[in-house]
Each structure stands twice: as structure tokens, then as C-alpha cells.
């Protein structure tokens, strides 16, 4: 059974500050991986995907890929309220074309 | 264009009965999968369409579950002999192709009492 591991929080930060959500998972063949955002009783949007070990920067965002370690993480700069969310980890291996998601970290950035 | 649209927004039936959920995926896009999410857990595969090829059923939970999708555009989920255990948020999502990024819709959520 593919895995896909979050810690399911809440994580708290105060606004400003850099919020850290980790994932593991369990598939040595997984390829690509993805971070949505999902805002309570709406529907998951993709905030980052990444492919390839290191890190890949988009505004205030930065994920971080490292195979070897099976380990993906979503760095949030200057956390701001409105970043108050679930965030998801979903992995993709190869062959398959369906994402495998993890259960999600609750996000609280407060004032 | 319109993004993932899927209908009814909300669906409450009683328990024994069947449901149908349509999904129309984004103009282009040959993918289409349905997920669902449960109260506190994460999105679960439940199927995948790809073109013109034979569906992905692999995640789906029992027999009571089956889809279609017509023509490579709309989809629908139909679940007979609808059980408690079967309320959930349905999401449908679509992609170029199965390469690609999945945009999701903004669900159905089922109550079966």
C-alpha cells in the first residue's frame, strides 16, 4: 500500500513568520508531487508542483524535494493570514496516473 | 474557459437509495478522475478515465459504485443502494492528459441518512 504521511496539526504560526508542512511517503518509484491548498468546505487548488530533488521557489512559496530521504516539504514566507488553510501532499509515481494524497495539515497563521 | 464543474453542490438521500453525480471536466482535457474525501481524511482514488481507453476502477469500494463518461467529456458517479458510510465529499478533477497537473472541482457532497 502506497503511503503518503502528514502530520495532521493544527500547525500555528504567527502572522509574518515562515510556516514549515512536511510529508513523507512510502513509494521509492514516486515522481512527481504536488502541494494543494484547500480552504474549509472548498475544493483542493494546486498551489506547487516539483519534480526533481531540491528546492523550487514560486513567490512565497518553496517546496523541497529530496528522494533519497522520501521526504517532500512546503516552506510558507511571511505567513499571513489568509494562508489559514489544509494543505495536502499528493504524489504521483510513474505508472500510475492517479495522485495518492496525504490527510492534510491544518494551517493556523495568526494575527 | 470554465474550470471543473460538478453537480448537484449537495445531495441528501436516504440510505437504499441510488445517486447520480455529474462531473464536465475542463474543454480539452482527456483525463478525468473522481476522488472522494471523508469527514478528517484525505482525497481517496476512486476511478480514472484516460481518452478513449478502458477506465481505472482500481478504487472503487464495492460494486454499488460505477461511472461513464460520454463521448470523452461528461462523467457520471452513480452509487446504488446508497449506505451511511457512503457520505462524503465527491470531487471530480481533469487534466490535459494523465501527464498532467489535475484541477479539481468544487465537489459534491453527499449525505445519505
Known amino acids: 500500500q502506497k503511503e503518503v504521511e502528514q502530520n495532521s496539526g493544527p500547525l500555528s504560526v504567527p502572522e509574518g513568520a515562515i510556516a514549515s508542512l512536511n510529508c513523507t511517503y512510502s513509494d521509492r518509484g514516486s515522481q512527481s508531487f504536488f502541494w494543494y491548498r484547500q480552504y474549509s468546505g472548498k475544493s483542493p487548488e494546486l498551489i506547487m508542483s516539483i519534480y526533481s530533488n531540491g528546492d523550487k521557489e514560486d513567490g512565497r512559496f518553496t517546496a523541497q524535494l529530496n528522494k533519497a530521504s522520501q521526504y517532500v516539504s512546503l516552506l510558507i514566507r511571511d505567513s499571513q493570514p489568509s494562508d489559514s488553510a489544509t494543505y495536502l501532499c499528493a504524489v504521483k509515481d510513474g505508472t500510475a496516473s492517479k495522485l495518492t494524497f496525504g490527510t492534510g495539515t491544518r494551517l493556523q497563521v495568526t494575527l | 474557459g470554465a474550470g471543473v464543474s460538478q453537480s448537484p453542490s449537495n445531495k441528501v438521500t436516504e440510505k437504499g437509495k441510488d445517486v447520480e453525480l455529474r462531473c464536465d471536466p475542463i474543454?480539452?482535457?482527456?483525463?478525468l478522475y473522481w476522488y472522494r474525501q471523508s469527514l478528517g481524511q484525505g482525497l481517496e482514488f476512486l476511478i480514472y478515465?484516460?481518452?478513449?481507453?478502458?477506465?481505472?476502477k482500481s478504487g472503487l469500494p464495492s460494486d454499488r459504485f460505477s461511472a461513464e463518461r460520454t463521448g470523452g467529456s461528461v462523467s457520471t458517479l452513480t452509487i446504488q443502494r446508497t449506505q451511511q458510510e457512503d457520505s462524503a465529499v465527491y470531487l471530480c478533477?481533469?487534466?490535459?492528459?494523465?501527464?498532467?497537473?489535475?484541477?479539481f472541482g468544487a465537489g459534491t457532497r453527499l449525505s445519505v441518512l
Open positions: 474543454s480539452g482535457h482527456t483525463a
Open positions: 478533477a481533469s487534466s490535459l492528459d494523465s501527464k498532467n497537473i489535475q484541477y
Open positions: 478515465f484516460q481518452g478513449n481507453s478502458a477506465p481505472d
